[in-house]
Structures are given as C-alpha cells and as structure tokens.
C-alpha cells in the first residue's frame, strides 16, 4: 500500500512540474523591445507599405506583403497576436503558425511586418477568445454577438523600428 501511495506522490509531483514548464512557456517573452530587434524570420525590411494603403487593396486570398505601423495592443496571454492602428480601425497581426511570440512592450512601437494579409471573417468565439487573451472584462465579452470581416495579417517576421 505504501508503495502505491509513494508512487501516486511521485507521479503527483511529476504532473506538478510539467503544468509549472507548460505554463512558463506561454507567457509573452518578458523582455523590452528596441529598435532593431527581430522576432521570428529575419527579412529585408526595405519599402514596406504604409498599413492604411494596404487594408483596403486585400482580397479573400493570401496576399505577400510588407507593412509598416503602430502596435496598439499586444496578447497578454502568450504574445501570439497583436493589434496595428489604422485609419480604418485597429488591424490584427497574427503570428503565423504561433511559430514566435512577441513581448508585451511592443505596444506603443512602430514595427515592420513581414508576411501574408487576407479580408476574413473572424467568428464571435475567436473574437471572444482575443477579448479575453486582452484582458477584457466579462462583461466586454459577452457583449461579442457578431461575427467581423476583417483584415488579419500573419507574420512570418516581426521588426522593430
């Protein structure tokens, strides 16, 4: 009997640790973001387009493309997406493949992005799941009722400007 419950310890202790690394692993990297700074694949940042002239020339298929702007938000869970300003409203960036992620103090910076764009609806459960990997209240939450046609960009690249 003590054998089973010093096993039952041990594999309790085991389980502990590995919900302790699962969890240090999806937090947002803690680190300042500066000038200069890459994350994900290393581009060519020359010409990239301004991000209010690009969100009205996207279509329903993947575009290439290049664009420069404002984070205004950062995912606060993981640091798997963020949001860019612009005159249309704020425009989502995700990392694609969630193959990086990016530190929380990149709101507020200019960052070049390298990657694909596409218009897609985005569902009122995805819309929600963002709320609350934003820190939204409940109440904000449950206000999402309806579906967005959006711009959403996916980085393959991240520089900071």
Same mark, same amino acid.
């Given at each position: 009997?003590?054998?089973?419950?010093?096993?039952?310890?041990?594999?309790?202790?085991?389980?502990?640790?590995? *919900?302790?690394?699962?969890?240090?692993?999806?937090? !947002?990297?803690? &680190? $300042?973001? +500066?000038?200069?700074? /890459?994350?994900?694949?290393?581009?060519?940042?020359?010409?990239?387009?301004?991000?209010?002239?690009? *969100?009205?020339?996207?279509?329903?298929?993947?575009? !290439?493309?290049? &664009? $420069?702007? +404002?984070?205004?938000? /950062?995912?606060?869970?993981?640091?798997?997406?963020?949001?860019?300003?612009?005159?249309?409203?704020? *425009?989502?960036?995700?990392?694609?493949?969630?193959?990086?992620?990016?530190?929380?103090?990149?709101?507020?910076?200019?960052?070049?992005?390298?990657?694909?764009?596409?218009?897609?609806?985005?569902?009122?459960?995805?819309?929600?799941?963002?709320?609350?990997?934003?820190?939204?209240?409940?109440?904000?939450?449950?206000?999402?009722?309806?579906?967005?046609?959006?711009?959403?960009?996916?980085?393959?690249?991240?520089?900071?400007?």
């Amino acid at each position: 009997m003590s054998l089973k419950i010093s096993i039952m310890k041990k594999n309790l202790f085991l389980f502990f640790i590995l *919900v302790a690394f699962v969890n240090a692993q999806a937090q !947002p990297p803690d &680190i $300042e973001a +500066k000038s200069g700074m /890459v994350f994900g694949k290393t581009f060519s940042a020359k010409e990239p387009l301004d991000i209010n002239k690009v *969100v009205s020339t996207l279509s329903n298929e993947p575009t !290439p493309i290049l &664009i $420069e702007g +404002k984070v205004t938000e /950062v995912c606060k869970a993981e640091g798997c997406w963020l949001k860019l300003d612009s005159e249309k409203g704020s *425009v989502l960036v995700r990392m694609k493949g969630h193959a990086f992620l990016v530190p929380v103090s990149l709101t507020g910076k200019n960052i070049v992005v390298s990657g694909s764009g596409k218009i897609q609806e985005t569902s009122v459960e995805m819309l929600r799941h963002y709320a609350e990997d934003a820190g939204k209240s409940k109440e904000e939450i449950a206000a999402i009722k309806e579906p967005k046609q959006e711009a959403i960009f996916y980085a393959e690249g991240l520089l900071v400007k």
